[in-house]
């Protein structure tokens, strides 16, 4: 079992910054592909960022095309923690985020929701003026 907890959500003007963290339970943290989804006002979640478990430090990185350049996923599994580096926030960033983990998902089904089994209960980040 793996227990997720988000935290760092609020409000942020366009063109801000916002750093969201994943703080996980479990002893095999690094084995696991751990992302980020989003899910806005009358949207599917969707997709956001993963980090490939189990694999070198600098890992397997995969994003949305929407954050390439913008959004920073990272991980330290000395302290069970994984991180979303948010930059050039836009309003249509607004959404909950959700911190999950799999240990299975690898290469293109970490960028899918079902592949997740450990979900966060999210947190809300609203890009507003």
């Known amino acids: 079992q793996v227990q997720l907890v988000e935290s760092g959500g609020g409000l942020v003007q366009p063109g801000g910054s916002m750093r969201l963290s994943c703080a996980a339970s479990g002893r095999t943290f690094s084995s696991y592909t751990v992302g980020w989804f989003r899910q806005a006002p009358g949207k599917e979640r969707e997709f956001v960022a993963a980090?490939?478990?189990?694999?070198?430090?600098?890992?397997?990185?995969h994003y949305a095309d929407f954050v390439k350049g913008r959004f920073t996923i990272s991980r330290d599994n000395t302290k069970n923690t994984v991180n979303l580096q948010m930059n050039s926030l836009k309003p249509e960033d607004t959404a909950v985020y959700y911190c999950?983990?799999?240990?299975?998902?690898?290469?293109?089904?970490?960028?899918?929701?079902?592949?997740?089994?450990?979900w966060g209960q999210g947190t809300q980040v609203t890009v507003s003026s």
């Open positions: 980090n490939i478990g189990g694999v070198p430090i600098g890992g397997v990185i």
């Open positions: 999950a983990a799999s240990d299975l998902a690898r290469g293109h089904s970490a960028t899918m929701r079902g592949s997740f089994t450990y």
